[in-house]
């Protein structure tokens, strides 16, 4: 069984900056594909960037620019960068990891993503 926590959320002022992480625990192996994914009251929830084993990255266009995601192999960590914040980016947000046996490309699909972390809220007051 993999689990994912996330921390870092809170509140923050318009223009600023949070960092948010991703503890994963994995039985076996490494997850291939790593995600952030949003999910704002009354929206759906959609994939804010992706992160490959082999370190090639994807963000959704209302985010590139400002925020990066990384990953800390030695401590099984992801991590989120946010910077420049906007009140748009309101949201709880969740890290996601891709089973074992997942072979697709990685992509900022929820159902691609079998593990997800409980979520942590960001809020960007203007």
């Known amino acids: 069984q993999v689990e994912l926590v996330e921390s870092g959320g809170g509140s923050v002022q318009a223009g600023g900056s949070l960092r948010l992480s991703c503890v994963v625990s994995a039985v076996t192996g490494s997850r291939r594909c790593m995600a952030w994914f949003r999910q704002a009251p009354g929206k759906e929830r959609e994939g804010v960037a992706t992160?490959?084993?082999?370190?090639?990255?994807h963000y959704a266009d209302s985010v590139k620019g400002r925020f990066t995601i990384s990953r800390d192999s030695a401590e099984n960590t992801l991590y989120l960068q946010m910077n420049s914040l906007k009140p748009e980016d309101v949201a709880v947000y969740y890290c996601?990891?891709?089973?074992?046996?997942?072979?697709?490309?990685?992509?900022?699909?929820?159902?691609?993503?079998?593990?997800w972390g409980r979520g942590t809220q960001v809020t960007v007051s203007s």
């Open positions: 996601a990891a891709t089973s074992s046996w997942f072979s697709g490309q990685c992509n900022a699909v929820s159902a691609t993503y079998t593990f």
């Open positions: 992160l490959d084993s082999d370190g090639s990255t």
